[in-house]
């Protein structure tokens, strides 16, 4: 695993990239135009969507990045009779990733992805 990414869902992209990126001065990782996704200094990234992953409006996604696309595959097929939700592993061009989504046993919202640039 290469990394983790917190989303939250927001309703106003203009506010968050003035306030994480202006006021907090957090380094804009990756622009996504529905999601903006900021690194938190090398300790993580977290990112802010206008849709929301999350089943709930309210909850969090967790996303797991990995380097290479058959990390996700492997931890799908680790996971596929582990879950009782679960999506099969698709291509994303919208975000240009590679992902799927799970659910822990709290329905907590886990996405496991590659970035494909």
């Known amino acids: 695993m290469n990394d983790v990414i917190h989303f939250y869902k927001t309703y106003d992209l203009t506010a968050v990239r003035r306030f994480y990126g202006d006021v907090l001065g957090l380094t ?6 529905k999601c ?3 690194d938190l200094d090398g300790h ?8 929301h992953p999350a089943h709930h409006a309210n909850s969090t996604c967790i996303a797991f990045v990995y380097e290479r ?3 996700v595959e492997r931890m799908y097929e680790r996971l596929k009779t582990e ?3 679960i999506t099969q592993p698709k291509l994303n061009d919208e975000f240009k990733l590679y992902h799927f989504f799970a ?3 709290d329905g907590h919202t886990l996405e496991f992805q590659v970035f494909l640039n």
Request: aromatic share 12%.
């Open 28 to 33: 804009l990782y990756k622009d996504q135009g």
């Open 36 to 38: 903006l996704i900021y």
């Open 69 to 71: 696309k058959i990390e």
């Open 83 to 85: 879950v009782s939700s």
């Open 44 to 51: 993580g990234k977290i990112g802010f969507c206008t849709h």
């Open 103 to 105: 659910e822990d046993p």
